[in-house]
């Protein structure tokens, strides 16, 4: 029987924040495979574990190379943990190749859940987080940052990004560009770690303060675009839309609920228009 890929999370900064299943997993695992083999030596003696299996690397650089040998493994009945320096594996760091391939040959991959920089800056941000999408890393050069950004601009939902403390001030200021100057958002820096620190406030507050440079491990969270306000009318055109509807036809009181709708107005102020403007003839 071939074996089991185990997908699990590690901690995003206290290593306090292990689950006891993790320890379990490292303990116990055929193969480990980290993104940084150092990282994972301070972990585990944090956390006070001996790896009885063997480690390996697995990072972006070796990533497609390394995916055969750890299939391989898996073919044999072994069970692989794969872990990364912070977080949950594939969600901007290595994993996905791996995962995919393992799929592919209908072996069982299970996860050991850990911390994630995802939700905890959304808890934090203070912004709405009943709707987000995760948009990872942007790209470097700053053209196509501004781009990408661009093109979720009428996003309504809270969008999520990791960003390099190196090139958070521009960043930030592309965001202000793209999204406004007085779209809210926060940045969270160091989540957990001794010098956790969120800043929250609008794009160009948020671009101005980064400007003097930043530090850390970088999660920034922005509101979504506002809704699309109706358009507002005055009275004499909510008569005229009126009118233009039952000349064509439509009865008086559904040409009235027809305009109070895509004005966005409720429907006495549409009916009070057209009185109005019977009054005025």
Request: net charge neutral; aromatic share 4%; hydrophobic share 45%.
């Amino acid at each position: 029987m071939s074996g089991t890929l185990v997908l699990a999370g590690t901690p995003i900064g206290d290593p306090h924040d292990a689950p006891p299943r993790l320890a379990a997993e490292l303990a116990s695992a055929d193969v480990i495979a980290a993104e940084d083999t150092r990282r994972l030596r301070r972990l585990t003696a944090a956390l006070g574990v001996t790896p009885a299996g063997r480690i390996v690397s697995y990072f972006e650089g070796n990533e497609t190379a390394r995916t055969p040998e750890l299939v391989e493994a898996l073919t044999e009945g072994h069970r692989v943990l794969l872990v990364t320096d912070a977080g949950m594996p594939s969600v901007s760091d290595p994993g996905y190749r791996l995962v995919a391939a393992a799929v592919e040959r209908d072996i069982r991959v299970t996860a050991v859940p850990g911390p994630s920089a995802v939700l905890t800056a959304l808890a934090l941000s203070g912004l709405p987080v009943d709707r987000f999408c995760f948009e990872g890393f942007l790209p470097r050069k700053s053209g196509e940052r501004l781009t990408r950004l661009r093109e979720v601009a009428d996003e309504r939902r809270t969008l999520v990004y990791f960003e390099a403390p190196h090139r958070l001030a521009d960043t930030l200021t592309a965001m202000a560009e793209a999204f406004g100057p007085d779209r809210r958002a926060a940045v969270c820096r160091e989540l957990t770690k001794t010098y956790e620190e969120v800043r929250r406030g609008p794009l160009k507050d948020l671009a101005a303060w980064a400007a003097d440079g930043v530090r850390g491990e970088i999660t920034v969270v922005v509101a979504g675009a506002p809704a699309a306000r109706p358009e507002e009318l005055d009275a004499a055109e909510l008569a005229r839309r009126v009118a233009v509807r039952e000349v064509a036809g439509e009865p008086r009181k559904a040409a009235i609920a027809a305009v109070a709708t895509e004005a966005g107005v409720p429907k006495r102020q549409v009916f009070d228009a057209v009185v109005a403007a019977k009054t005025a003839r």
